[in-house]
């Protein structure tokens, strides 16, 4: 799993290899509902119309529902760019503790040259189970690459939820 042997990098192996047993504890997990699937979906430009179609229900597309890209809680990062000129995005992330409770998780970055990826807060704390926390990242940079692979891992020494960033153009 290394984008020097794989020129697909991120896109090529996701978020690591199946690991049956620890899919049984993985420690963190992003949540999704179904309101956070209507907002992406109303604001990548559904119409209610459209949106029904998907959901087979009565939501519909309004301000309170047009959400983001960036937003949907997933644990992927992805930006698509354009090549040579600067760029920035933001994304917001929030996880559920299913690890242990009085658990801290410190985020790990590995990333390339041409990409500066800022994660706030770095170190998230959790008290209890079923505890969520949120946190920020931010991608920066400026490259003539096509693809840029990167991850961020949260870690408690026991549980290592890995993330694959990607940024890529034309």
Known sequence: MSPKKNIEAELAYGAGQVNPLGALKPGLVYDADEIDYVKFLCG?????????????????????????????????????????????ATYHRTVTNVG??????????????????????????FQSLLEKKSFVVTLEGKT?????????????????????????GA
């Open 144 to 168: 003539k690459e096509t693809l840029l692979s990167a991850s961020l891992v949260w870690s408690d020494g026991v549980h290592n939820v890995r993330s694959p960033i990607i940024v890529y």
């Open 44 to 88: 990548q430009g559904y119409t209610t119309k459209n949106l029904r179609l998907v959901t087979g229900d009565s939501s519909s597309c309004t301000a309170k529902t047009n959400g983001s890209i960036f937003d949907l809680n997933y644990p992927t990062f992805a930006l698509s760019i354009t090549t040579g000129k600067p760029f920035s």
């Open 100 to 125: 242990d409770s009085n658990s801290s998780y410190k985020v790990k970055v590995s990333a390339p040259a041409g990409l500066k990826i800022n994660v706030n807060p770095q170190v998230l704390t």
